[in-house]
Each structure stands twice: as C-alpha cells, then as structure tokens.
C-alpha cells in the first residue's frame, strides 16, 4: 500500500495542478479513484498493523516485566541493614546503570 501511495503521490506531483481535480466519467476524482480501488489492501494494511503492535507489546511488556524484577533483586543480596552488598563495586554500578536505562528506555 506505501508503495502505491508513493507512486500516486510522484504521479500527483508531475501533472499540471489544475488537472488534479478533474473528474472522470463516474465523477470521481484520480484521489477518490485510487481510495476505492485500494480499499482491501488498506484493510490488510490495517489489520498487518494491529497485528505487528500486538506482538510488539507483548514482547515490551515481558522485557519490563523482567527489567522491573532485576531492580529489586539485587545481585549478592542485602546486608541487616537492606544496603546491597556489592554497592560499590564497579560490576555492580554497570548493573544497576544498565538496568535504569532499560527500565526508563523501554
């Protein structure tokens, strides 16, 4: 369907603008025309669409989900105090950088 469109759009672009309006003999215009006649393979598009956003989304919400579970389960564990063991270890500062920025980049 983009690729049709481009062509209309680079069609549309080379005639002279007074003739984008003219109408046929159905009384449609060159738009009109190409709307009904790619009405089914705008459905497909838009059902290729959802479809892509739905298995996107799922895939987003486990990467979160798993992102969100790594924060609070802190490599090496806690001391009595909850203050993570590795706190200030330079392993342990790359983990929780990376983990922030996936968490806020997703």
Do not use: C
């Not at 892509?52 to 989900?65: E, G, P, Y």
């Amino acid at each position: 369907m983009q690729r049709e469109l481009q062509w209309f759009k680079a069609v549309e672009k080379l005639i002279h603008p007074s003739l984008v309006n003219l109408r046929d003999e159905n009384r449609r215009t060159a738009r009109e025309l190409f709307m009904t006649e790619h009405k089914e393979l705008a459905a497909a598009g838009e059902k290729w669409m959802k479809d892509t956003s739905n298995s996107r989304m799922i895939f987003s919400t486990l990467i979160a989900t798993f992102m969100f579970a790594a924060a609070f389960t802190v490599p090496g564990g806690n001391d009595s105090e909850g203050i993570p063991i590795f706190l200030w270890t330079k392993p342990f500062l790359v983990f929780a950088i990376s983990d922030a920025l996936a968490l806020f980049l997703l």
